[in-house]
DNA sequence: CTGTTAGCGCATTCAA
DNA sequence: TTGAATGCGCTAACAG
């Protein structure tokens, strides 16, 4: 491989390198003639600036880590649009990171991050596996951090969470109070992931609320993929004799409409059906799904602020802000 | 931001930076006492190296892009984590970018990926737009450099490619052969985007070789969105009477099916409906869409051999593999 | 307005 | 087995 130099340029111009680097970083003041022997040189040369020497003298890699479970969720999909339009306002770029949920993939890319120097890190973690390593970043490393989803005890950095106890209590009291439900499957990723814990304590807390007795063969553990959500509701379906099916994501949710569609169930005539999130699927076609809306959706753009904010103003009092939940009523529960 | 560096380590633990370099890069011999006063040191550091140093050292940040039009598109999904899986095998990092199908975006993330002096590039380019700049890539700059989708007249580089008008061709056909269609509405990107110019010649050659004169009144062009699928179904149903629905791609079905849904038009009972890409929305429920095969479907795998071939073995006699398509019948089509 | 100098953090010579 | 010296490409300080 072969690149020119911010030197071969300036050899080629007839002027110093620093020079050069001015012109390019538009930087103090350069005479016309220069200018235009600069541009020329560097078209002819094909110059383009190596990041990694910039960023090691001026300790700033202009990267913004982005890191999120899953780029095929839309929801992380567009919390990744979002912030990458932000922050190349500002004239940052993006560096995109999956962890697949995966914990020791989760703790690659905290550390790939930290290596690459980058100048902030915006991530959604659903575990507290890697809050040791949070902590060194945001505290000794002091890399601006936003933490997505749900709060982590101990990790003092800023947070947009949602209530998702709050949520899954909403939507399992709507079946129970509006449709009357009492056997609702509820299909959960494993305990592990925080927010699975906090969604299980609103599915219980509402059964409780409403005199119902917590059956726990109505409700599953298992890893997020689709194979799992068929998988299950088929069970369900099969030997559990439910009257309602919460799914905790949409993963899960297609496979319960795809076991649905093969066992011939129908939504909402013969089963209800609500999944938690919101997404372009749901209204997809008829009956439309009901989930539960997030009242501000850009978390993309909230987290990009964030750390705008702690690294232009050197703002190091953590905020944290919370997203609220309300119910997104369509068809599949039972309601119209 | 505090970082700590190498040679802090090595002070720490009472020898040279060399040594500590040796220690982590696993070169050369170490004295087992050595070795654990620097593992000490590291950890108690909190020491991660700076991959732009060691960049600038190596002229190799061991970094391939991989960058496909939209992460909002199972298909290069797949293809990301397939070639992310394969190049770690490698010790490679994957950075992914996502151009939107914006001439602007691609050039400029290419543009940082030369910046970054990463060690190859997996692109799908769907335009030419930037092939003058590939060109640069790898003539002049010798990145490694595997494109997708489409071959590029004038870029001499690995290719891995699918016959798009063969696709689109096999498919009208089916329509027009099996299902005695005549009025095929067509759903396309802008012709700027090739893909779109070679699928929309398949559907013209498959209407010429059956003798069907070709209608433009049936043939939309549109910016690749939701929105549009659905708007343009609309107004073909309204107003040009098809008698089957063909979307070039996923986006624009689920606009389809979302119009179809709302005009309470049943596929494939009152009109047939195919689209060119698999994916799993095509079978989530039933009627199932019909579509094409890809027969050898890890393009990502495939992207990531060619590169590492071409880092790893030298090897610049440029490659190009082509993938076979096959119909995909399900039920919209109107088949069993 | 421009050039000279120095040093960012690391890996790679070469000596010892 | 280890250390010292060097330089990757760039920008910031300082001189001129």
């Known amino acids: 491989m072969a690149f020119t130099t911010l030197n071969e340029v300036a050899k080629e111009a007839g002027c110093s390198a620093n020079t050069v680097s001015r012109y390019i970083n538009k930087k103090g003041y350069i005479s016309m003639d220069a200018a235009e022997k600069i541009q020329k040189a560097i078209e002819k040369l094909n110059y383009y600036p190596s990041i990694n020497a910039r960023a090691m003298k001026k300790y700033s ?3 913004i880590s982005v890191i999120i479970p899953s780029i095929k969720n839309d929801f992380y999909v567009e919390i990744i649009r979002e912030a990458e339009n932000k922050l190349k306002e500002y004239g940052y770029n993006v560096m995109i990171f999956e962890t697949r949920s995966d914990a020791d993939k989760e703790k690659y890319i905290l550390e790939l991050s930290i290596s690459h120097r980058v100048d902030g890190i915006i991530m959604s973690s659903i575990s507290n596996l890697s809050d040791k390593l949070l902590n060194t970043i945001t505290n000794i490393n002091r890399i601006p951090l936003v933490l997505m989803e749900i709060l982590h005890e101990g990790v003092d950095c800023d947070y947009i ?13 709507h079946l129970i109070k509006i449709h009357d439900k009492k056997r609702i499957g509820l299909i959960l990723p494993l305990l592990e992931n925080n927010v699975s814990i906090q969604r299980f304590e609103g599915y219980k807390k509402a059964l409780e609320k409403n005199g119902i007795k917590y059956d726990d063969n109505l409700v599953v553990f298992c890893e997020i993929n689709k194979a799992n959500g068929y ?5 369900l379906l099969k030997d559990k004799n439910p009257d309602a099916i919460f799914t905790s994501n949409t993963i899960f949710g297609t496979g319960a409409i795809k076991a649905f569609d093969e066992m011939k169930v129908k939504y909402p005539k013969d089963i209800s059906f609500v999944t938690f999130d919101e997404y372009d699927i749901n209204t997809l076609f008829h009956p439309y799904i009901t989930s539960l809306h ?14 705008i904010e702690q690294i232009l103003k050197k703002r190091n009092n953590p905020k944290k802000i919370e997203i609220d939940l309300s119910l997104n009523i369509g068809e599949s529960c039972g309601c119209k």
Chains 1, 2 share one sequence.
């Open 161 to 173: 969470y949602m209530q998702n106890e709050y949520g899954a209590m909403i939507l399992t009291e």
């Open 294 to 307: 997030r009242v501000d959706k850009k978390f993309g753009i909230l987290a990009a602020d964030l750390v």
């Open 61 to 63: 890699s202009n990267i």
């Open 231 to 235: 998988k299950h509701t088929v069970e």
